[in-house]
């Protein structure tokens, strides 16, 4: 069974930076295409950024583009998100996406087969 465990939410206040961590379980993990996504309270996943599985290929979406990082280490299984200059509206719980199928995925969780349990983000003043 395919495993993403996420790591490196807390509480933090307005400009203040987060690093996310998103372990897999696969051996073949270095293969696929990973993404984060984020789910605010009475809002839908919401795509943050993705990565090819050699670390090229990256996308972000317009709202994270300038602050936050997407990048990999294979060799260790994981996925990170440098996220800096943290505002209020990035509160969230943020969540690891793995596929099970080769290739570049978009920005719709239906292209993503494998999830993490999530890590909360919390910006606050």
């Known amino acids: 069974q395919v495993q993403l465990v996420e790591s490196g939410g807390g509480v933090v206040q307005p400009v203040d930076s987060l690093r996310l961590s998103c372990v897999g379980s696969r051996r073949t993990f270095g293969n696929y295409y990973a993404g984060w996504f984020r789910q605010a309270l009475v809002k839908g996943r919401q795509f943050v950024a993705g990565?090819?599985?050699?670390?090229?290929?990256?996308r972000h979406s317009d709202f994270s583009k300038g602050r936050f990082t997407i990048s990999r280490d294979n060799a260790k299984n994981t996925v990170y998100m440098q996220m800096n200059n943290l505002r209020i509206d990035d509160t969230a719980v943020y969540f690891c996406a793995d596929r099970a199928r080769t290739g570049r995925a978009g920005s719709n969780a239906d292209e993503y087969d494998y999830w993490g349990q999530g890590t909360q983000v919390t910006v606050s003043s």
């Open positions: 990565i090819c599985g050699r670390g090229n290929g990256i």
